[in-house]
């Protein structure tokens, strides 16, 4: 199946700002955060499909991840 | 124990036109910043004068802990009745007055009184007190006229507060500037301060620390080893360290649009298709491109760096301080689009000063009114230099802010609490900023108590979740209680990420003020501190004639939001629980 991930600020240096990734049936958001290289304790939000989930989250085909390192403002 | 600490307060008189030099009250001695601001404003001020009369009072006051090399401390609180809202207001903003003041042993500068006749005022503030002169050449000029001609009379270092042609006319939406480091502008944006300085036909003040007495301090080897400690947990903050130093506070605008709480097209949509031109990685992008600086400070000692220096395409300067408030209400709320057009409102907006958040979403009813089109960038800048700057009948209403503004065109989706505009974050998507708005005795102000990194981020621990009300009551209370003391300490409010996040802050924060004066005081205090003034501001309102009716949003927050369907539904009981402490 294939998702959409999208990365914010920090996120995109050395990887992309969005990009389609084929995910193992089964796979997990905490696995396609790993597979990028970002390391859990560093991000800030994740949403799926614009709502918070949980590392555990059995991934779907079509969703789409936003995905930024802890950022304030405003 | 150190130097004796020297402290004053300055008092001006406008009826009379005479100053004095007052010895700190023993009550206020442990207050800085809003808590004394407040404090002042609820003792002198009688709540159910007219705010543009002569029974306000204008008062100025540094931070506790500004004026000393720990970062980030030079924050100032204005304070007064609002003319917007009806009641209490402490405005906070950055730049080198507070330092300044701090450096000076002024505690407070206080304004009263009005002068009678049409003459135009200026004040001097320097290490003998504070002295009065008539002004002419600028009055009518825009506040970075103000500081070219005040740096050229009085040198390149002088410290300035000023008014716009805005503020000159008593607009409620006009704010009050405070030079930075580099002779750029911040402001006390939020509430029309700018306008009460008006009314006491003050066109600036102008301050002079040569000589200063400088900062004493009980314990300055402690306070050292704590001012490290603070600074540390600031750095190591992501959000602090790595986030706002690179992408300025706009950042934000990617993040608040995933969530669908992103006001667009004046509060109908929660997301903006346009998101990616007004981010913070675009913005980054095109002011590296064009030899501005991503990163600037507002003051010496600033560690953070939000602000930025914009330039146009020819690499010319536009603005600084481009936030991401401004931004995103005209950029999405506005539907503007374009970074370009917004940078040259935000330098119009601080140059005839107005409050750049009460002034953008007046510009989102304006344009639902349909007196403009939406998205017209060009247009608004017009309206902005030639309505608004010179004062017309339309400039006054958009002047006036959203609230007045939407009332003259007869408009129901007008985005304010108490009559102050709802900063650029939907309540009905980010439920716990809603509660700070509806609360917070300072009208809709998304900096009372800043949910945002609670909802989105889980600072504190974990995520509350933004669409759900459980314990939105609760975080927001907890947080404005919090911010008193970072707001009465001088802090910048963006140390609200380690203050949450990082357990050092807290007995860091503390062992300053404690190694400033010479005091013992516990963590415990800060809660006290922080109940006390909200008690203090709220009564205040309600003695004004706020009651429970204005914690309240608009009817139309009834409505959904896309794309989460997201409404408001707390209901008046669940509000009002806010004030059980």
């Not at chain 2, 159910?48 to 029974?55: A, I, K, R, S």
């Not at chain 2, 009678?116 to 504070?130: E, F, Q």
């Not at chain 2, 402690?222 to 001012?227: N, Q, V």
């Not at chain 2, 429970?548 to 794309?563: G, I, M, N, T, V």
Request: glycine share 12%; aromatic share 6%.
């Amino acid at each position: 199946m294939r998702i959409t991930v999208k990365l914010f600020a920090t996120f995109r240096d050395g990887l992309f700002k969005e990009a389609q990734r084929d995910v193992p049936e089964g796979g997990t958001l905490g696995q396609v955060i790993a597979e990028l290289g970002i390391a859990e304790k560093d991000v800030g939000m994740v949403l799926v499909n614009g709502r918070h989930a949980p590392m555990g989250l059995v991934l779907s085909d079509g969703l789409v991840l936003d995905i930024f390192p802890l950022l304030a403002g405003g | 124990m150190g130097r004796k600490i020297v402290n004053k307060i300055l008092r001006v008189d406008m009826t009379n036109l005479s100053t004095k030099i007052e010895s700190v009250p023993k009550e206020w001695s442990g207050l800085g910043g809003r808590a004394l601001t407040s404090t002042f404003v609820a003792a002198e001020v009688v709540p159910t004068c007219h705010p543009l009369g002569e029974g306000n009072k204008l008062i100025f006051a540094p931070g506790l802990l500004s004026g000393t090399a720990a970062a980030n401390t030079g924050r100032f609180s204005a304070g007064a009745k609002s003319p917007l809202t009806g009641g209490i207001k402490e405005s906070n903003a950055g730049g080198t007055a507070a330092q300044q003041f701090a450096r000076l042993g002024i505690k407070a500068l206080i304004i009263e009184g009005l002068p009678k006749g049409d003459t135009w005022y200026s004040l001097h503030v320097n290490k003998d007190g504070v002295s009065i002169a008539e002004e002419t050449e600028l009055i009518g000029k825009g506040n970075y006229a103000v500081v070219e001609t005040l740096e050229q009379r009085l040198g390149k270092k002088v410290g300035i507060l000023s008014i716009g042609p805005a503020g000159e006319m008593r607009m409620l939406a006009a704010n009050i500037s405070v030079k930075d480091k580099d002779s750029r502008l911040r402001s006390h944006g939020r509430g029309g301060l700018g306008a009460v300085m008006g009314s006491k036909k003050i066109k600036y003040i102008s301050i002079d620390d040569s000589d200063a007495p400088g900062v004493s301090l009980a314990d300055p080897e402690r306070f050292k080893t704590a001012a490290r400690a603070l600074a540390k947990a600031i750095i190591n903050h992501p959000a602090t360290g790595e986030g706002i130093p690179t992408f300025g506070t706009s950042v934000m605008v990617n993040i608040i649009n995933a969530a669908g709480s992103m006001p667009t097209r004046n509060f109908t949509h929660g997301q903006f298709e346009g998101h990616n031109d007004i981010a913070g990685e675009t913005m980054r992008e095109v002011i590296l491109a064009r030899g501005g600086s991503p990163k600037h400070g507002c003051q010496a000692g600033c560690i953070m760096q939000c602000s930025q220096v914009y330039n146009d395409k020819d690499g010319n300067y536009v603005t600084a301080g481009f936030e991401y408030e401004t931004i995103e209400l005209l950029g999405a709320n506005a539907c503007i689009g374009n970074l370009d057009d917004i940078a040259v409102a935000d330098y119009i907006m601080d140059d005839i000063g107005v409050d750049s958040i009460e002034t953008a979403v007046t510009f989102g009813v304006a344009m639902e009114a349909g007196v403009l089109p939406f998205g017209d960038g060009k247009e608004v800048l017009r309206m902005l230099k030639e309505e608004i700057g010179m004062g017309t009948p339309l400039g006054r209403i958009l002047g006036s802010g959203a609230g007045n503004c939407g009332k003259t065109y007869g408009v129901t989706r007008v985005p304010v609490v108490k009559n102050q505009a709802i900063p650029a974050y939907d309540p009905r998507a980010i439920k716990g900023i809603g509660i700070t708005y509806v609360t917070s005795p300072m009208g809709a102000d998304h900096t009372a108590g800043y949910a945002i990194s609670h909802n989105l981020m889980g600072s504190g621990g974990r995520i509350i979740d933004p669409l759900k009300k459980d314990e939105q009551v609760e975080l927001s209370r907890h947080l404005q209680i919090g911010t008193v003391i970072v707001d009465s300490a001088g802090l910048c409010l963006f140390v609200g990420s380690p203050m949450a996040d990082d357990p050092t802050f807290v007995p860091s924060l503390m062992e300053l003020i404690n190694a400033r004066f010479g005091l013992a005081l516990t963590p415990d205090w800060i809660g006290e501190l922080g109940m006390n003034v909200l008690k203090t501001e709220r009564a205040f309102n309600i003695a004004a004639g706020l009651s429970s009716k204005d914690d309240r949003l608009p009817e139309f927050f009834k409505e959904p939001l896309l794309p989460h369907n997201a409404v408001w539904d707390f209901t008046g009981e669940e509000i009002d629980e806010f004030w059980d402490f």
